[in-house]
């Protein structure tokens, strides 16, 4: 592969408002006096805990049995490490804005980082839609009328989720700190409640449904390795989410407040979803009729149960005797949707703004998507990005008002493609990956003359994560694996004859992925050339790149009353101190730019 990378385009619009670091209650303080970085940790939890964990393992125990399950979740969680030891260690050297295309477009394939932001774009966008229809469906529990779910969950829940997206990235953190926090003692409570009804009826002896091990339901597998592979994707979609803390780059407050969340988010959200999925499996039997229907099946099982729902710990906790509970429980459930949507718009349009930011205005078409990059001036927020965010899926909620087999098949193909499209993006994060390790050993001696901090094997390098020494074997096992997700994706059609709805929640998103990477080489004039970015051998091609990426880095940015309050720490404060030093001086040292938030906003980068 051999195509070099264009100059930066001159970037005019303004960068967002840098205020995430720590937990959100330290947020004033400037970095030296806190190092906390779990506020970003809780951003990534409100992106990954929604109702998957939930509803997607209780398809892969229905399908695979109590052993098939934990196996599948063991494998994805593997996979999930691996593709995070990637995201972490370049986010930690490159905490960028627009951080997941530029990787892919500086390592890989100019025009494929275009396609990777706009597939991470529509995985967030859609499944902003998607979670508010999950909330609905959970509301039936207590009976709620399909005219109240409309009132409810299509219109009030994601405009008041817009409205706080509005107010500015500060109040948007505030919410998700806590609903991040929340959603983590949901997922801990609940994994400790299936542990005691387990306790209190038995279940965990010999005769247990966790006993049963692999299983598999003849209507959609007919061996146990058939059904583990079915399983697989199916929980592999619940892992969604644990690369948004590139993401956040985009408001972090330094390097620093990225580090943290970025080693552990991943061995988090595996340890949790491994005990509330053991959990599951030692109170559930794998033929539970109150188990939630496979796509495809003929039969709804538990269309005439009691409680009126699908959910393992919602049901389990009913039958357990603990009804008022179970309505307790509910009801964190639909919180819990309703902060993943309110993630999910997050994300969307920070890869939006992110993309179109950065988009030539050569033409017409270039200068009108050049809008949505548009930024309030008062908050800070990427305002166009935001609306066109929530409103390009508003509608997918509504189909389900009208029925019909045609429209929920719709409805199934963008809910699986969007996790599928995360999933695409997760593989080209590890290739680019694989190539920046590959390139920097590659100029390792010349390298360590010139730029010790880019060479991995120098005491300058900064990121430091738990795998980093074994790299890039995790970056493969991450690259690979999700391949394997892909190929195992067909596994709806090996036992059951192929359809087109079935073709179409497999890989429709690679196939119009691909048709746009076509696209875009054909209008870029670059489909008759080489592809890929060249590694050059020379290091001061490898440099410029490197510093193509710094040109974007994060600079501390101390808040206004972190300033105030650090002054007054410091001994000799006062008005001859302030003189001496001068009121622009960084106060973390030749790193520093300055204080961020009192720039103009309309000044260019």
């Avoid at 409810?152 to 500015?168: D, E, H, Q, W």
């Avoid at 509970?325 to 309703?338: D, T």
Wanted: glycine residues 8%.
């Amino acid at each position: 592969m051999e195509q070099r990378q264009q100059p930066l385009p001159s970037i005019r619009n303004p960068k967002l408002k840098q205020t995430l670091y720590g937990f959100q209650v330290f947020v004033g303080l400037p970095m030296p006096l806190t190092r906390l970085s779990g506020y970003s940790l809780f951003i990534v939890l409100s992106a990954v805990i929604g109702s998957g964990i939930f509803n997607n393992n209780a398809q892969a125990l229905e399908l695979a049995g109590p052993a098939g399950l934990i196996l599948s979740v063991v494998v994805i969680g593997v996979v999930a490490i691996c593709v995070n030891e990637c995201i972490a260690e370049l986010t930690q050297q490159f905490p960028v804005y627009n951080a997941i295309v530029e990787y892919v477009r500086v390592f890989v394939d100019e025009d494929l980082g275009w396609v990777i932001g706009i597939a991470y774009w529509y995985a967030f966008a859609s499944v902003f839609a998607v979670q508010n229809l999950n909330a609905a469906i959970l509301s039936t529990y207590w009976g709620l009328g399909q005219t109240w779910q409309t009132l409810a969950f299509y219109f009030l829940a994601p405009v008041g989720i817009l409205v706080l997206n509005f107010l500015g990235v500060f109040y948007y953190g505030i919410v998700e700190t806590v609903g991040g926090f929340l959603k983590m003692c949901l997922v801990l409570g609940a994994s400790i409640l299936s542990y005691v009804i387990a306790a209190k009826f038995s279940r965990g002896g010999s005769i247990g449904p966790i006993n049963d091990g692999f299983e598999n339901d003849k209507d959609f597998a007919s061996n146990h390795s058939k059904a583990v592979c079915f399983a697989i994707p199916l929980v592999a979609y619940s892992f969604q989410g644990v690369e948004v803390i590139a993401v956040t780059a985009f408001e972090a407050r330094d390097a620093s407040a990225l580090r943290w969340p970025s080693r552990w988010i991943a061995y988090v959200v595996f340890l949790l979803y491994l005990l509330c999925t053991i959990g599951e499996a030692l109170n559930v039997a794998w033929f539970d009729p109150h188990l939630p229907l496979i796509y495809g099946d003929p039969v709804a099982k538990n269309s005439t149960m009691y409680p009126p729902t699908s959910s393992v710990i919602i049901f389990t906790t009913f039958l357990a005797g603990y009804q008022s509970l179970a309505g307790f429980l509910n009801g964190c459930l639909i919180f819990s949707v309703l902060s993943a949507s309110n993630t999910s718009l997050y994300v969307s349009s920070r890869t939006l703004y992110g993309i179109t930011r950065e988009m030539p205005d050569t033409n017409w078409l270039n200068k009108q998507i050049r809008r949505l990059s548009l930024v309030a001036p008062r908050t800070g927020v990427p305002a166009a990005a935001l609306l066109f965010s929530a409103v390009s899926f508003f509608w997918l909620p509504f189909l389900q008002l009208k029925g019909g087999y045609a429209l929920q098949d719709l409805i199934e193909i963008m809910s699986v493609s969007s996790s599928v499209a995360c999933l695409i993006v997760w593989s080209a994060l590890c290739l680019a990956f694989i190539r920046y390790h590959w390139w920097i050993k590659k100029c390792r001696n010349n390298l360590d003359r010139l730029k010790p901090e880019y060479n991995r094997d120098s005491n300058q390098y900064e990121p430091n994560t738990f795998l980093d020494w074994f790299q890039p074997i995790p970056a493969y096992i991450g690259l690979v694996g999700c391949v394997l997700v892909f190929g195992l994706a067909s596994a709806t059609w090996w036992d059951n004859r192929v359809t087109l709805a079935n073709v179409a929640i497999a890989y429709a998103a690679h196939i119009v992925l691909f048709v746009l990477f076509v696209l875009l080489k054909l209008i870029n004039k670059r489909l008759f050339k080489p592809w890929g970015v060249k590694l050059d051998p020379d290091v001061q091609t490898l440099v410029a790149q490197l510093d193509r990426l710094n040109f974007k880095k994060l600079p501390r940015a101390p808040s206004r009353f972190g300033v105030h309050l650090q002054r007054l720490l410091r001994p000799g404060h006062g008005a001859r101190s302030n003189e001496n030093r001068g009121d622009s001086a960084p106060l973390n040292g030749p790193q520093s730019s300055g204080n961020i938030e009192a720039a103009p906003l309309h000044g260019s980068t």
